[in-house]
């Protein structure tokens, strides 16, 4: 035999030890939920807006409790912070009046009640959102604070 082919012969059977030697490793392992980072835009003014649309069952059961929202699959709770950016970075909690609505890919819209949840020297405005697997929610939301309207978007995938 030709040293040529017995390179490739050596080749093929070094190639076929790797991967058999792969099919020894644990099975693939169910994905699981990685909440997005909390999202932010800044407003005219000094004002900061902070949200996040995140699963139910995502929430620790001490989070549920301090937003007082039941975790269920087919909910995704909504939380709007407003802040106030002082000169120094500091942010400080803004009183402001919020509304929000969920759409999703076939159009079916929702208002969300939004209520106030005071969280340590911070206010948020929470609220839920019926949302189904492999959903895509659009929000948007409105807000009125130092006598301006003003709004912003965003999307959510679940």
Do not use: W
């Amino acid at each position: 035999m030709s040293a040529r082919r017995l390179a490739a012969k050596a080749c093929l059977l070094a190639g076929l030890v790797l991967a058999v030697a792969g099919c020894g490793d644990p099975a693939p392992q169910v994905a699981q939920f990685v909440p997005p980072a909390p999202s932010t835009t800044d407003l005219s003014g000094s004002l900061r807006a902070r949200y996040n649309l995140l699963p139910t069952l995502a929430l620790g059961e001490a989070v549920a409790r301090e937003y007082r929202v039941e975790r269920d699959e087919g909910t995704a709770l909504l939380v709007v912070a407003l802040r106030r950016v002082g000169a120094d970075g500091e942010e400080t909690s803004v009183d402001a009046e919020v509304s929000a609505e969920a759409v999703d890919l076939g159009g079916r819209r929702q208002q969300v009640a939004l209520r106030k949840v005071a969280t340590g020297d911070y206010v948020d405005h929470v609220g839920t959102v019926r949302v189904g697997r492999h959903d895509t929610i659009r929000v948007q939301v409105g807000v009125v604070a130092d006598g301006r309207r003003q709004q912003f978007d965003f999307q959510r995938n679940f």
